[in-house]
């Protein structure tokens, strides 16, 4: 025997209290009967409720027959035969928690996701329903007023039902942990949503040209540059079908400066893609704006990556050209790159940051300076340092909010005229 006593008789209990479709009795009792469909358990239990209440009428049973009139009407069809022979013809009420409706709209939200995922690519897929719709509240209502515990939810029995029917027609793979495709049900709205998992390509950027920004400066301090490297990497939306590209980057230079050597790192963030599989140097071609910004592209990544990128400073190389007041000799270039060997240098927030940065003093190590003469007020020097020294002020000493500096080192005022980042060791 299928169910037990007990279970047939909290099932009638509850028919004889509530209208339920086959399916949404069936839930209240999904540990019961391994491998069946709750449409089956349901059933099941029905008709083994009207076997018993017609033995019971067959004896003479006075309260059986009141039984039978509430079963048929709450009970649907298996209790209409019994009823049309002892009480007569009763109309029966729709399900309590579904109203009846949950085969068509399994069937409704099957045709919705298909038409919604078409035209995407993607290999793996998951169901989600969202939480509390008014007939999970319903059926949990049911559930614990009668001490039912463990049932199986209607979010779940839609999430594998709606699941199986899209593996089936799609051929897409089920996938828990990372999925491509996510499918969200809300059964209040009754549609479907689709969420596509973002891609992450990590990368650099070389920047070529200067008085170009990393970021496009929106906002209070309006627009100060023409162009931007996210204005350069945004135009690889269109070749994802994607709704944004997120630059991460590690750290920026300033808009005058130029990025050279291997370039600065990058991750791009796609959200929302709907293509994915791109050859990564037709992504770089559409993603640069020769001669000024180039995209290079490693591969992919994960999400993970991106904080890593970001929290991580590496040492970089820095080539400057400046300008000395009163002019520099090549025994004044010595005492630069004598005094800046390995040494800490201390760095109040430069005053030119400050409206947007905390005012506090940091540490930051040079390694190396190499210096020639250009002209008589002019000289270049190579800087190795540590991440986040800002350069600018190392030169010229930002009114000894930067010590030791070039400028105080050899007593005279000295100015940037051009910077360039040479190497950032985050890159080979
Ligand atoms: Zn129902």
């Not at 209440?53 to 006075?62: A, F, L, N, P």
């Not at 929106?218 to 945004?234: A, F, Q």
């Not at 270049?380 to 400028?407: A, M, Q």
């Amino acid at each position: 025997m299928l169910f037990d006593e007990k279970t047939v008789s909290k099932a009638k209990e509850i028919l004889l209290n509530h209208a339920l479709c086959d399916r949404c009795l069936g839930r209240l009792f999904a540990s019961y009967g391994l491998g069946l469909s709750n449409a089956l358990r349901g059933k099941s239990l029905k008709t083994v409720i009207a076997m018993e209440t017609h033995k019971r009428i067959m004896s003479g049973d006075e309260q059986a027959l009141k039984d039978l009139e509430r079963l048929a009407l709450n009970g649907g069809e298996v209790f209409q035969g019994l009823a049309n022979q002892y009480v007569g013809k009763v109309k029966p009420k729709k399900c309590e928690v579904c109203g009846d409706t949950l085969d068509g709209l399994l069937g409704e939200l099957v045709l919705e996701t298909l038409k919604k995922i078409s035209g995407i690519e993607a290999r793996t897929f998951i169901v989600g329903v969202k939480k509390g719709s008014k007939l999970e509240l319903k059926e949990k209502q049911i559930a614990l007023s009668y001490g039912i515990t463990s049932w199986e939810s209607i979010r779940r029995e839609l999430k594998r039902e709606v699941g199986k029917r899209i593996q089936a027609l799609t051929g897409l793979t089920p996938d828990f942990k990372d999925p491509e495709l996510i499918i969200v049900i809300d059964l209040d709205q009754g549609n479907v949503k689709i969420n596509t998992k973002p891609i992450y390509l990590s990368g650099s950027y070389v920047k070529l040209g200067r008085y170009i920004t990393q970021m496009k400066w929106i906002g209070k301090e309006g627009r100060n540059y023409k162009y931007s490297v996210e204005e350069s990497v945004e135009k690889i939306i269109s070749a994802f079908r994607a709704n944004e590209v997120v630059l991460h980057a590690s750290g920026r230079e300033d808009a005058d400066a130029r990025m050279l050597g291997s370039g600065r790192p990058i991750i791009l963030e796609l959200k929302e893609p709907l293509r994915r599989s791109i050859e990564l140097r037709e992504i770089e071609a559409s993603g640069s704006s020769p001669p000024w910004v180039l995209l290079r592209l490693q591969g992919f990544t994960t999400s993970s990556r991106v904080r890593e990128l970001k929290s991580t400073t590496h040492r970089k190389t820095y080539r400057v050209i400046t300008y000395v007041e009163g002019g520099i000799s090549e025994d004044g270039i010595k005492k630069i790159t004598d005094t800046f060997k390995e040494i800490e240098v201390s760095q109040r927030t430069p005053s030119r940051v400050l409206r947007r940065r905390a005012d506090l003093v940091r540490t930051r190590k040079v390694y190396d300076v190499v210096g020639q003469q250009i002209s008589k007020e002019m000289a270049e020097f190579i800087i190795k340092c540590d991440g986040g020294l800002y350069v600018k002020e190392l030169i010229n000493g930002d009114n000894g909010r930067t010590n030791p500096s070039f400028s105080s080192v050899i007593e005279k005022s000295i100015s940037v005229l051009f910077l360039d980042v040479l190497k950032h060791e985050g890159m080979e």
